[in-house]
Antibody, heavy 120, light 108 residues
Framework: EVQLVESGGGLVKPGGSLRLSCAAS????????MNWVRQAPGKGLEWVSS????????YYADSVRGRFTISRDNAKNSVYLQMNSLRAEDTAVYYC?????????????WGLGTLVTVSS | EIVLTQSPGTLSLSPGDRATLSCRAS???????LAWYQQKPGQTPRLLIY???RRAAGIPDRFSGTGTGTDFTLTISRLQPEDFAVYYC?????????FGGGTKVEIK
């Protein structure tokens, strides 16, 4: 069974940085895009970023472009989200999701998420 | 950017009822690049439908998706107790891969 396990969330002050990780298992990692989707407390889903299998295609939501960086290490079956210049509005559960497609992507498996809280 | 508007915000129904959820796009989504997800309280989202009408693996046939262009519908033919949840549509034809605001299906 496909497994996605996020880590790295926590409490950070506005302007601070955090790096999220997602460890994947039980599928051929480099043949799938990997993605981050977030959900603020009591709110809906918001797509954040996507990266194709060989890192050729990388996409960001406007709300995070220039502050967040997605990357992956296929040797470690892992995807990362480096988050800088964090704001209160970045507070959310961050889900790692496996994607179908390189540049037209929907999400077939999701991790349980990791909570990021930005507060002073 | 394509904006997805879901309606109604909340649907109050009884087990056995038929549920009809709407997702309207601000412009045509092309060849049906529209997915639907279910999220129960405290749980991770679950893919139901992709390509506007194709059920994901293991999804019961009481769930069906229809639509083209800008208007899409998720229908649950006979609500089961486990179907009461929040449902989201997602556009995935081109970045940004936007989600609708969600429709909550609650027990009447």
């Amino acid at each position: 069974e496909v497994q996605l396990v996020e880590s790295g969330g926590g409490l950070v002050k506005p302007g601070g940085s955090l790096r999220l990780s997602c460890a994947a298992s039980d599928f051929v990692f480099d043949t799938f895009s990997m993605n981050w989707v977030r959900q603020a407390p009591g709110k809906g889903l918001e797509w954040v970023s996507s990266i194709s299998g060989s890192s050729t295609y990388i996409y960001y939501a406007d709300s995070v472009r220039g502050r967040f960086t997605i990357s992956r290490d296929n040797a470690k079956n892992s995807v990362y989200l480096q988050m800088n210049s964090l704001r209160a509005e970045d507070t959310a559960v961050y889900y790692c999701a496996r994607g179908i497609g390189w540049d037209q992507i929907y999400f077939d498996y999701w991790g349980l998420g990791t909570l990021v809280t930005v507060s002073s | 950017e394509i904006v997805l508007t879901q309606s109604p915000g909340t649907l109050s129904l009884s087990p056995g009822d038929r549920a009809t959820l709407s997702c309207r796009a601000s412009q045509s989504v092309g060849s049906g690049y529209l997915a639907w997800y279910q999220q129960k309280p405290g749980q991770t989202p679950r893919l139901l439908i992709y390509g506007a009408s194709r059920r994901a693996a293991g999804i019961p046939d009481r769930f069906s998706g229809t639509g083209t262009g800008t208007d899409f519908t998720l229908t649950i033919s006979r609500l089961q107790p486990e179907d009461f949840a929040v449902y989201y549509c997602q556009y995935y034809g081109l970045s940004p891969f936007t989600f609708g605001g969600g429709t909550k299906v609650e027990i009447k």
